[in-house]
């Protein structure tokens, strides 16, 4: 008997009506023939937590300490899923099915029929080894049972039957099951130790993660950015007259700062004075090409641009339409076709062509590139054709756009333009020219492919001008002003993560980028910045994955850090105290860091790199962050760091600075962090209230953005800056607010971000467990019962 394991159900289903005959159903699984197919719910088993190697045993709730941090496991441990829902047993009752499935002595070949990526592997990996008690995966650890994989370009019951006859051995996948267990590692060790740490640090809980904090801080500098922009004012100059009836219009490379208007004036007099003639003219027929195929990514962008849709809204709709047989494996980072699949396209080709699209079948270098492809090929429409009566609106607009792309790609009719290069100089004939403007037009003359897909760029119709015309001008200057940069999009911000270096390549002249190219036109292949895209995927360098990008920026939408209105991305507050606090734990999870981590992943699948290497490497970064902040002396939220000067209470840490635990009675003493952008550490408070100042302490910053030192010193119920005896240099500006009770009630009163009944801490409750204002558990931080 062979065992297949699929990732879900519903996949399950489709395997065994595929394979053909009379079923049989028994619990949780279906027999057809000399088949049983099973299923797992996605992730049946997730990595322990950290109180599992203390050897605690929580019940289900958690309290948060340093105790153990940081966890460096010696072996990564799975424990079957807790449910949300502590009455619901599927989870535990379909793992039994599986191991008694798998241990059947009439079973000798297992199927591994995850979802074709790496989290599908490690998947249905994870329940054979379970169901075998083993931590690794062999024929020799399987009770001698032979291991084969299913791989699944797309659902339909002709590819599903092909790959069934075909099965590959497992182990052609295990490099692509390392870098899943590498990459589920790491996340872990980033995950659970600073999330844990930075949480305790400042009192409320920050999701820390390898992507997540990348992700975030992109949104928060351009939103940073934004928010600092100070317009300039400067001139360019420019003309606009009439040549023989048409307007001319020439605007100048030039650029005038704002004190001088009175030397672009000169400049537009000798430009005037010189006079301007026509140097060249190019005019040809040309082919315009069609976009690429889609890659997740690339088709997410378009959605969200063109139809305002979320991108966990899209990747719902995308994997229906796959899990139906609609379309190719969705979470795809290529947008080129394998050579191996020229068959299969065709008969694509043959079911579009019958839906009336003049479609003809093309063997070139721009479609099919193996090159270009990493583990699945472009997202195409496969042979199964929907009844478009029974699509939702989101399922039509979806699955249209995936056709189009394909019949455009594969148009019989290609698109013919009439592109026309104008070259006009300005200056006297027989003289070296003053500055040469080129002008450049393009006009559809057979629309080809563009009837089908979503092209939208207007003719752009030139002057009908000849080589040696004389044209008119008439520069003046015009008062510009530089505008701020634009918010992330959807697709703006995917085109971020996926190259994050793209910037910094362009500048150092590692990459080109044409500036004639219309949003709608592709490059290339071969392009310099196709080349360098493909390139950062390739090495990791990109900041997730097309599996794992939607539901990570998703999770910082839940969590609070982001907002979408629309398809534009801006920070919230939450967001930006996420940012700066671990800018001020020395928490560096920027792009560069995590493109890092990512190259050593890659490198793992590659098989340069074993997993205990690419750990390593996390593991000291965390060790670096955790032996800075022992050696800052810096302390945690909800610590004790004194008394209190007007009431002789306790000061507490708080999330933005330390407080009086008697607020309640109406203490206002407060002191703020930071100061003039420089926190207050924990040491530099104990000794302000022991002797009522500081010493002279560095690394203040004015408002005018001058660097200065000074004392703190108590005063009345707060504190003020002290420059008795401080080399102070002038313009400083920088005053520690007055406290008042509703700033102080804010803060040291419960906010929702935790509820729970066992200890303070700023900015929330957090005992033995609490629940989210959404209802759903987290753990609880351990404290002192002083407040409760």
């Known amino acids: ?156 019951p002709e590819t599903i039957r092909a790959a069934v006859s075909e099965l590959k051995d497992e182990s052609e996948y295990d490099n692509l099951a390392d870098e899943g267990f590498a990459r589920t590692y790491t996340d872990w060790l980033y995950g659970v130790n600073l999330t844990r740490f930075a949480t305790l640090k400042t009192g409320t809980l920050l999701r820390v993660g390898r992507v997540i904090v990348p992700i975030v801080k992109a949104i928060y500098d351009r939103d940073m950015a934004i928010r600092n922009f100070k ?93 139906k047989g609609y379309v190719t494996y969705p979470r795809t980072n290529s947008e080129y076709l394998a050579t191996a699949e020229k068959d299969k396209v065709k008969k694509v080709l043959d079911a579009v062509g019958r839906l009336g699209y003049p479609v003809k079948f093309k063997d070139q270098k721009s479609i099919f590139d193996d090159t270009k492809i990493e583990s699945h090929s472009a997202l195409t429409p496969t042979t199964k054709m929907p009844d478009k009566s029974k699509l939702s609106p989101d399922e039509a607009k979806v699955y249209g756009a995936v056709m189009r792309r394909f019949a455009a790609v594969f148009c019989a009719r290609d698109c013919i333009v009439d592109k026309t290069e104008l070259t006009i100089r300005v200056g006297r004939r027989g003289e070296p020219g003053l500055e040469d403007f080129v002008l450049k037009g393009m006009v559809i003359v057979e629309p080809g492919w563009t009837k089908y897909d979503d092209y939208t760029a207007k003719d752009k119709v030139l002057p009908r001008l000849s080589k040696d015309d004389d044209v008119n001008i008439a520069f003046a200057p015009c008062e510009k002003e530089t505008t701020p940069p634009k918010h992330y999009t959807i697709e703006t911000l995917n085109n971020y993560l996926k190259n994050p270096f793209r910037e910094e390549l362009a500048k150092k002249g590692k990459q080109k980028q044409d500036a004639e190219d219309d949003e709608n036109t592709e490059t290339d292949t071969g392009s310099a910045e196709e080349a360098a895209e493909y390139r950062a995927m390739f090495e990791g360098l990109e900041l997730g994955t097309e599996a794992t990008r939607t539901s990570i920026i998703d999770n910082a939408r839940k969590s609070g850090y982001i907002e979408l209105k629309k398809d534009v991305y801006t920070i919230l507050p939450a967001g930006e105290y996420l940012v700066e606090s671990l800018s001020r ?95 207050l550490k924990t040491d530099e408070v104990r000794k302000l209230l022991c002797d009522g100042q500081t010493d002279i302490l560095d690394g203040f910053v004015s408002k005018r953005g001058n660097a200065f030192s000074a004392r703190i010193k108590l005063e009345g119920t707060g504190t003020k800056l002290d420059f008795d005896g401080v080399p102070r240099s002038g313009g400083i500006s920088c005053a520690t607010p007055e406290p008042d009770i509703e700033s102080l009630a804010k803060e040291f009163a419960p906010t929702g971000s935790f509820t729970g009944s066992s200890g303070y801490i700023a900015g929330g409750y957090a005992g033995s467990g609490g629940q989210k204002d959404d209802g759903t558990l987290i753990p609880g931080i351990p404290v002192d019962d002083t407040f409760s």
């Open 585 to 679: 734990m020395h928490i560096g999870m920027d792009k560069y860091k995590t493109a890092e981590l990512g190259k050593a992943l890659k490198k793992v699948y590659r098989g340069e790199m074993t997993i205990a290497d690419s750990t390593d490497v996390t593991e000291r970064e965390i060790a670096d962050i955790f032996r800075i902040d022992r050696e800052s002396g810096d302390g945690f939220a909800g610590d004790e760091v004194g008394k209190c000067p007007l009431c002789g209470g306790k000061v507490i840490r708080g999330r933005y600075g330390y407080g009086c635990s008697e607020w309640k009675k109406g203490c206002k003493f407060r002191i703020h962090s930071p100061v003039c952008g420089r926190p």
């Open 1 to 156: 008997m062979i065992l297949i394991i699929a990732e879900k159900p519903s996949l399950a289903r489709n395997i065994a009506a595929a394979i053909g005959g009379t079923p049989t159903r028994g619990a949780e699984y279906i027999q057809v023939g000399n088949f049983i197919v099973t299923w797992a719910f996605g992730h049946l088993f997730s990595l322990a937590d950290v109180e599992h190697y203390q050897g605690k045993d929580t019940g289900g709730k958690t309290r948060w300490t340093m105790e153990g941090l940081p966890c460096f496991p010696e072996k990564f441990d799975y424990q079957l899923r807790r449910p949300a829902n502590a009455s619901d047993k599927g989870v535990e009752r379909q793992f039994g099915v599986i191991r008694a499935l798998c241990n059947r002595p009439d079973v000798d070949t297992i199927v591994n029929a995850g979802d074709s990526d790496r989290e599908g592997e490690i998947i249905v990996r994870l329940c054979v080894m379970k169901a075998f008690g083993s931590d690794t995966l062999s024929r020799e650890t399987c009770g001698g049972k032979r291991l084969c994989r299913l791989w699944l370009p797309d659902q339909t």
């Open 231 to 323: 317009p300039e004012k400067y001139y360019t100059i420019a003309s606009k007259e009439k040549t023989n009836g048409e307007t001319v219009e020439l605007v100048s490379k030039l650029r005038f700062d704002a004190d001088e208007m009175a030397k672009a004036g000169r400049k537009c007099a000798e430009y005037n004075a010189a006079g301007a003639y026509v140097v060249d003219v190019k005019r040809k027929k040309d082919r315009l090409n069609p976009g690429k195929l889609w890659s997740l990514t690339k088709l997410q962008s378009f959605l969200g641009k063109k139809f305002k849709m979320p991108m966990p809204r899209s990747l719902e709709i995308l994997q229906g339409l796959y899990e």
